[in-house]
């Protein structure tokens, strides 16, 4: 056989693609990644977890001089202001610090840049921009889009998709966000700080599915008495758009009268999907499943001998630090070492306040395996918590009644996606609930309270 151009090409340099390939470049590999976008980093980098992050991180200052929250810490605010501009000014400047990270990343590690969108053109051969590429190994890892919503069209001016919805020009009197999940109440959460009036529209009779069924039940209590107005199990079954408002009609899912609201933005967040389109799958010999994702194997090897795939592309939860991780783990496959990715231990952070953070199984899982015991500590019993008047939550660990091995933690607290990485690490470790009560945590930290919560698993803990 001839020559290939690259012993790798990774098609996609989200969180996925980009790492994979300096992964594979370090293990000595010729490397190439195909990006089709201006900058690299993917939907993370550039309209996901960073630009929300800039956004979450801004409004909720303001909203804390804004609302009078810190008067109690003798701190007076008088006439404080919103200067949108600079606020999104601000988040571009992180984000192009971010993506431009990225393209020094790959220069440093001699990974080139294929401008341009990949579709293949044999198992082991792509186009780009006009021009024919071969590869040894060939990784897609093309992530995903938002899912539309048939009778509700984005216009990203009025109706607008997690993009949209992180650059808009003002903030909108009324904010309508279709979808109760993670994205609808990290933005919603952005423009109520900034003074929107938001309603989340939910299809099913809970916010944030998938979550612990006690978590998504406090959470939705925390986010109404923030303001935020929620409507579960209902549906929206169509929009109209006429001089910048939106009417939506919307229904109880179960069936029963329409109704209309009136929105000047409507953000629509029921999901994302696998981005294969255009990518000429057939070409390669390879098909998608019926939720369009490209199914793989232990290896990260599609049914195709030769093509590996990562990321939101692939099943699995569709989240950044997960598809760095597989990236990682797919390049080592490839280098012809063995990657590992546990995926019963992958974390996921809603970055609300307070932050939502979970790993491992829900209580209606562990107790679908199994007996099981559960130990719950409230922030509110929790020193640091208590001084920062930041009390909202609980941490709540889930054992297997047996062995005491933890299967599952859950936390609402303000700084929840940094305490879950604790109980990520000690489940990764196969840590019983003794192991996390019988570690000494730092005084005064809000990590005193997973281990409380791991007190409560076989016994008691002290300050409750
Ligand atoms: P992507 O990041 O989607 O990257 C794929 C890249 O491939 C894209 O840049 C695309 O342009 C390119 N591409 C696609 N097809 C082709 C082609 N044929 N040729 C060339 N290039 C192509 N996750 C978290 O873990 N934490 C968060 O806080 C978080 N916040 C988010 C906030 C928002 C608003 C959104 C939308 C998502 C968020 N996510 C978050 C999810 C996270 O962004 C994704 O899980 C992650 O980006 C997936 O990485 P990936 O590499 O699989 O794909
Ligand atoms: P999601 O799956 O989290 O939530 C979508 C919500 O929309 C669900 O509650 C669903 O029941 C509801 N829904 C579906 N169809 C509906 C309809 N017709 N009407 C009303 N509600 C409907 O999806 P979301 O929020 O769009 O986010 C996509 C993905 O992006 C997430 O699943 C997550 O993987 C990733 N993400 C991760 C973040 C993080 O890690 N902090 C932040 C943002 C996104």
Not at 157 to 186: F, M, Q, R, W
Not at 345 to 350: A, D, E, S
Not at 377 to 394: L, V
Not at 450 to 456: D, F, I, Q, T, V
Request: with cysteine.
């Amino acid at each position: 056989m001839a020559e290939q151009d690259y012993d790798l090409i990774v098609i996609g340099a989200g969180p996925g693609g980009y790492v994979a390939a300096i992964r594979a470049a370090q293990l000595g590999l010729k490397t190439a990644c195909v990006e089709s976008r201006e900058t690299l980093g993917g939907t993370c980098l550039n309209v996901g977890c960073i630009p929300s992050k800039a956004m979450l991180h801004a409004s909720e200052l303001y909203h804390e001089a804004q609302s009078g929250a810190l008067a109690k810490f003798g701190i007076d605010f008088k006439g404080v202001g919103l200067n949108l501009d600079q606020m999104q000014a601000e988040k571009t400047k992180a984000v192009g610090e971010l993506t431009g990270g990225i393209e020094f990343l790959f220069k440093k590690n001699k990974v080139d840049w294929l401008k341009g969108h990949a579709a293949f053109t044999s198992p082991n051969s792509i186009d780009v921009a006009g021009k024919s590429y071969t590869a040894a190994k060939i990784m897609i890892a093309t992530g995903s889009s938002v899912t539309p919503l048939p009778g509700v069209t984005i216009d990203q001016k009025v109706i607008v998709d997690s993009t949209g919805a992180l650059a808009l020009p003002k903030v909108p009197k009324h904010l309508v966000v279709i979808g109760g999940g993670v994205i609808g109440l990290e933005l919603g959460s952005v423009w109520l700080r900034l003074g929107a009036q938001v309603t989340v529209v939910e299809y099913l009779d809970q916010i944030l599915p998938g979550m612990d069924g006690e978590v998504r039940k406090e959470a939705a209590k925390i986010f109404k008495k923030q303001g935020f107005n929620i409507r579960t199990g209902t549906k929206v079954t169509g929009a109209t758009v006429k001089g910048g408002t939106a009417t939506l009609t919307v229904e109880p899912a179960a069936g029963g009268a329409a109704e209309s609201i009136e929105a000047d933005c409507v953000l629509v967040a029921i999901g994302r999907k696998p981005n294969t389109e255009g990518l000429a799958l057939d070409k390669a010999g390879l098909t998608v499943n019926g939720r369009g994702q490209i199914e793989i194997g232990h290896d990260f090897q599609t049914s195709v001998p030769g093509i590996y795939a990562i990321g939101d592309v692939v099943p699995g939860p569709m989240l950044a630090h997960k598809a760095e991780d597989e990236g990682i783990a797919a390049a080592e496959f490839v280098a012809g070492l063995t990657g590992i990715v546990n995926h019963d231990v992958i974390p996921g952070v809603v970055y609300t306040y307070p932050e939502i953070a979970s790993v491992g199984l829900t209580e209606e899982e562990a107790k679908a395996q199994g007996e099981v015991k559960v130990g719950k500590f409230p922030m509110m019993a929790n020193s640091r918590a208590k001084t920062n008047r930041d009390t909202d939550g609980f941490v709540k660990v889930i054992a297997d009644a047996k062995t005491d091995r933890v299967l599952g933690v859950h936390i609402i607290a303000s700084i929840a996606g940094s305490m879950i990485a604790e109980a990520a690490l000690s489940m990764e470790f196969g840590a019983t609930s003794e192991d996390i009560a019988y570690t000494c945590h730092a005084h005064p930290t809000h990590a005193e309270a997973l281990k409380e919560a791991a007190m409560a698993v076989t016994g008691k803990p002290i300050h409750m």
